[in-house]
């Protein structure tokens, strides 16, 4: 059975940091595609990162640059994204998702081109 799990949301305050993971079962991750994606109350999905099959294309959306790493252990089948520098605007629910093809890399934020999805986990930022 495919599958993916995330994990690693939580409650913290400002500034702080928090690393998500996403576990895969049933299929290797190494071949597809990784993007994380949030949705906030009230607001559309958004494409926060993703991280190409062969682990040599990232993109970041602007809005977590330079705070926000994507990375995989393919020894594990999982992929993680390590959020630092927390803002309030930053909670979401968070999911993974993996695509065997997305076509040009400027496809790689938008979600109806993947095809595997997690459950999502939620991250919350407050003071």
């Known amino acids: 059975q495919v599958q993916l799990v995330e994990s690693g949301g939580d409650w913290v305050q400002p500034g702080g940091s928090l690393r998500l993971s996403c576990a895969a079962s049933?299929?290797?991750?190494?071949?597809?595609?990784i993007g994380w994606f949030r949705r906030a109350p009230g607001k559309e999905r958004e494409g926060v990162s993703c991280l190409s099959s062969r682990d040599d294309d990232t993109y970041y959306a602007d809005s977590v640059k330079g705070r926000f790493t994507i990375s995989r252990d393919n020894t594990r089948n999982t992929v993680y994204l390590q959020m630092n520098s927390l803002k309030p605007e930053d909670t979401a629910v968070y999911y993974c998702?993996?695509?065997?093809?997305?076509?040009?890399?400027?496809?790689?934020?938008?979600?109806?081109?993947?095809?595997?999805w997690g459950q999502g986990t939620q991250v919350t930022v407050s003071s």
């Open positions: 049933g299929f290797t991750l190494d071949s597809y595609t």
């Open positions: 998702a993996a695509a065997r093809k997305i076509g040009s890399w400027s496809n790689c934020p938008v979600w109806w081109r993947y095809i595997h």
